[in-house]
């Protein structure tokens, strides 16, 4: 038996091995949440504050995102509440034309006798 060197040592694992794990942004998860929250209260009108918070918040979250060099996650979210910021401001406007136009009523009152 020959006892020249010991084995060497395993090959190391895959994956980040220095650094924490990249975190969700919290603005991104604020801005997607604003954006669903805006949809969901489409009748009462508060949902136009809510586009537009979820469309700053949206855009500040993608540029930490970006700034962040990989420390930071959740592109996507912040991409959702823009687009759903973006759809709540064009229901308000095509809302506001619609009341202008006299197409939607808002006296309430009927023409049924």
């Known amino acids: 038996m020959s006892y020249d060197a010991p084995p060497p040592p395993p090959a190391p694992g895959y994956g980040a ?12 998860i604020a801005s997607l949440v604003t954006g ?5 209260t489409v009748c009462c009108g508060f949902f136009v504050v809510s586009g537009i918070v979820g469309i700053v918040l ?16 959740g592109a996507g979210m912040a991409m959702a509440g823009i687009i759903l910021g973006f759809v709540e401001v064009a229901l308000f406007a095509i809302s506001i034309i619609l009341v202008l136009t006299g197409v939607i009523d808002l006296n309430y009152s009927s023409d049924f006798g």
């Not at 091995?17 to 991104?28: D, E, H, V, W």
């Not at 669903?36 to 969901?40: D, E, K, M, R, S």
């Not at 949206?58 to 996650?73: E, P, T």
Request: glycine share 16%; net charge positive.
């Open 36 to 40: 669903l929250v805006g949809l969901l």
């Open 58 to 73: 949206g855009f500040l979250a993608r540029k930490d995102i970006d700034a962040s060099q990989g420390q930071l996650k």
């Open 17 to 28: 091995p220095y650094g924490a794990p990249a975190q969700n942004s919290g603005k991104a």
